[in-house]
Nanobody
Framework: QVQLQESGPGLVKPSQTLSLTCTVS??????????WSWLRQSPGKGLEWIGY???????YYSPSFETRTSISRDMSKNQFTLHLRSVTPEDSAVYYC????????????WGQGTQVTVSS
């Protein structure tokens, strides 16, 4: 059974870097042809895709986030981590990690989501 679990701070100050970790169980994040994404949802904006890190370790980001985002991974812990720099209150949202399976185009496994608030 595949499970994804987000973890990280619920409150971040403006201008700081938000770091969230997704711990994956039931499958290695190095498994061929799987991609591991971060998304977020805030009121009035809908679901936004932020970026992914691939099974190979390469990463790709939405143009909306690419200048201040990176995604890294720790294969020994089977985790991948989102780093979002220079946050503002507009970055307050529920953040999700999700799996994009071979063939792509959709997400078949999701974490439960974690609320992040950016406030001083």
């Amino acid at each position: 059974q595949v499970q994804l679990q987000e973890s990280g701070p619920g409150l971040v100050k403006p201008s700081q870097t938000l770091s969230l970790t997704c711990t994956v169980s039931g499958i290695s994040i190095e498994t061929d042809q799987y991609y591991w994404s971060w998304l977020r949802q805030s009121p009035g904006k809908g679901l936004e895709w932020i970026g992914y890190i691939a099974y190979s370790g390469s990463s790709y980001y939405s143009p909306s986030f690419e200048t201040r985002t990176s995604i890294s991974r720790d294969m020994s812990k089977n985790q991948f981590t989102l780093h979002l720099r220079s946050v503002t209150p507009e970055d307050s949202a529920v953040y999700y990690c999700a799996r994009d399976p071979p063939g792509g185009g959709y997400f078949d496994e999701w974490g439960q989501g974690t609320q992040v608030t950016v406030s001083s």
